[in-house]
């Protein structure tokens, strides 16, 4: 049985006035506050159940294709929880959801995957952007940039292909075990 005891709160109005002990104490809390991120992308895939914004498919059913479709290529793991969260900030961000995915990933993974998520809207970009009056090219800008091939590839293979009303991905549920073990404490 949890322990409904609050844990002690530290009084100091500013950092300037805290202790060591409050520090200790927080950090306690931090740890707490860790454990509960995977629960926590699991709210923000949920809350993407039902928004079609007018695509063909949800926004988590997206997620699950593109998640899905790299799980079934054969990449690892960072690679396939990349893919399934790329787009957690599609709802709080529209205009710049890449770097709400990439921060939250951003502990967790190498820096070619978070600068594939922090990227990748400007990837996916060359499939549409010129129905809408913007360059299509401008992910050229980064033609030289390391990671620059890794981020191409994710958009085409994975992202852009990723709005199928046919693809039988996996459900939510499937990946629930992944998200838990990639964002444990270490």
């Not at 995915?101 to 070619?112: E, I, R, T």
């Not at 009303?165 to 996996?170: F, G, I, Q, R, T």
Request: glycine residues 4%; aromatic residues 12%.
């Amino acid at each position: 049985m949890a322990s409904s005891i609050e844990p002690r709160r530290a009084t100091f109005r500013s950092f300037a006035e805290s202790t060591k002990e409050d520090w200790d104490d927080l950090t306690e809390q931090y740890k707490v506050v860790q454990g509960r991120v995977a629960s926590q992308v699991l709210e923000q895939l949920e809350k993407l159940r039902g928004e079609f914004l007018g695509y063909p498919v949800d926004r988590l059913e997206h997620s699950l294709q593109t998640a899905t479709r790299a799980e079934r290529d054969g990449r690892d793991e960072e690679y396939v929880v990349c893919a399934l969260v790329h787009d957690i900030g599609d709802s709080l961000a529209p205009d710049n959801h890449e770097a709400i995915a990439a921060a939250v990933l951003k502990p967790f993974v190498s820096p070619a995957n978070y600068w594939m998520v922090a990227h990748h809207g400007i990837f996916q970009g060359y499939y549409f952007w010129n129905h809408i009056g913007l360059n299509k090219n401008a992910r050229d800008e980064y033609r030289d940039h390391e990671h620059y091939a890794l981020t191409e590839e994710f958009c085409a293979k994975y992202d852009q292909v990723s709005f199928d009303v046919d693809y039988k991905s996996e459900p939510l549920e499937h990946f629930v075990p992944l998200l838990h073990k990639f964002f444990a404490l270490t």
